[in-house]
């Protein structure tokens, strides 16, 4: 089982859709969540984190996060073209060395207009 | 203007010809890890480095050594490169007590191809 989960896509989506996208993690104790995009041919950077079972909002973006299920998802309100890209999934898992952040191998998400 | 660089950007060679690509940050970051991106597998920690001098296997540290002289700089090198470390590299970098909250800086990437 992988540490952390995605599934590739492509998700398609219309303009002004709602894009859902969803990550499963295996380690119950991990402790801290993320959000990254990645376009094409670009670098990864952060757009959230999470850190407690819940919601959190930032402009069009939500972040959700149930450690009970262990899954955590992004959901993006009235998706533009410009949303089109990868969205990795990142957890901080405990470790005896000390914390460790990994990455999931994220879905591609394609707004169509 | 705050930024990681990483050279060269581009580069292709042939088995066993040892190459470095350099990384540099300008934020004053203490922690500095290299990644390697594929398809289907992620981004995959090679080395990270917590300050000067001070440096860590990732996951896949295998045929990659780095070194931390100084505090802006973590270059990344391969002694003898394989086809199989074909791949996309990325350096990032974070202060300390911000690695816990994922805030990592990506550089633009390198891709390396390995004839």
């Known amino acids: 089982q992988k540490e952390v989960e995605q599934n590739s896509g492509p998700l398609s989506v219309p303009e002004g859709a709602i894009a859902s996208l969803n990550c499963t993690y295996s380690d119950r104790v991990s402790q801290s969540f993320f959000w990254y995009r990645q376009y094409s041919g670009k670098s990864p950077e952060l757009i959230m984190s999470i850190y407690s079972n819940g919601d959190k909002e930032d402009g069009r973006f939500t972040a959700q996060l149930n450690k009970a299920s262990q899954y955590v998802s992004l959901l993006i309100r009235d998706s533009q073209p410009s949303d089109s890209a990868t969205y990795l999934c990142?957890?901080?898992?405990?470790?005896?060395?000390?914390?460790?952040?990994?990455f999931g191998t994220g879905t591609q998400l394609k707004v169509e207009l | 203007e705050a930024q990681v660089t990483q050279n060269p950007r581009y580069l292709i060679t042939v088995t066993g010809k040892k190459l470095t690509v350099t990384c540099s940050q300008n934020?004053?970051?203490?922690?500095m890890s290299w990644y390697r991106q594929d398809p289907g597998l992620g981004l995959r920690q090679i080395y990270y480095s917590m300050n000067v001098e001070v440096t860590d296997k990732g996951d896949v540290p295998e045929g990659y050594k780095v070194s931390r002289k100084e505090k802006r700089n973590f270059p990344l090198i391969l002694e003898s490169p394989s086809p199989n470390q074909t791949s996309l590299y990325f350096c990032a970098s974070s202060l300390n007590q911000r690695v816990n909250t994922g805030e990592l800086f990506f550089g633009e990437g390198s891709r390396l191809t390995v004839l």
């Open positions: 934020m004053n970051h203490e922690y």
């Open positions: 990142a957890v901080i898992r405990v470790m005896g060395g000390g914390n460790k952040l990994t």
